[in-house]
């Protein structure tokens, strides 16, 4: 019989067949996100090199960039380099990976909840942005703005739905018209 103090944590359980993986930043995945995350991501190549880098770590990465705000060069060294985790967030960004995973997550906590997977209700909200020197700019004349604009639309439970920045001189409701 194997007793507690006979296991090493830092061993893999030999039952389960996978590693006790430790936590190094709150930022990081839990296993039971892993899993769930998991089956979007690309498969590993039948032909070519194997990769090299884990992609559970990639994305432990991505998570800490988002959370601290830091830029792609400040990346501590307990994840992949930095421009191993640059070059799989732009292939994750091609493959629109956030806004599929962010898609069936909210249908999910929809479902959840015991509501419709599309919400049939909801609240958009717009904020004007300075921004004089922007390539594509405009003048909210509510606001006396010259820039841009960004509307947020949430469903009646607050859950976001969608991020869109235009012009400052569009207003909320041809937004509305524009993504439907």
Known sequence: MIQA???DPSEPWPEAGFEKRSKRYPTDLTDEEWLFIQPFLPPVAKRG????????????????LARTGGGWR???????PWQTVYWWFRRFVRRLLSR??????????REREGREQSPTATVVDGQSIKAPAAEK??????KKVVGRKRHITVDTDGQLLMVNL????ISDSAVLKRSS
Do not use: E, S
Request: hydrophobic share 40%; aromatic share 8%.
């Open 137 to 142: 700019r405009g003048f909210d004349a509510g």
């Open 5 to 7: 103090w006979d296991v």
């Open 74 to 80: 400040m990346l501590p060294n307990d994840f992949p």
């Open 166 to 169: 235009t012009t400052a001189d």
């Open 49 to 64: 090199r194997k990769p090299g880098t884990d992609l559970r770590d990639v994305l432990d990465a991505l998570r800490y």
């Open 100 to 109: 599929t995973i962010h898609d069936v997550t909210l249908m999910l906590d």
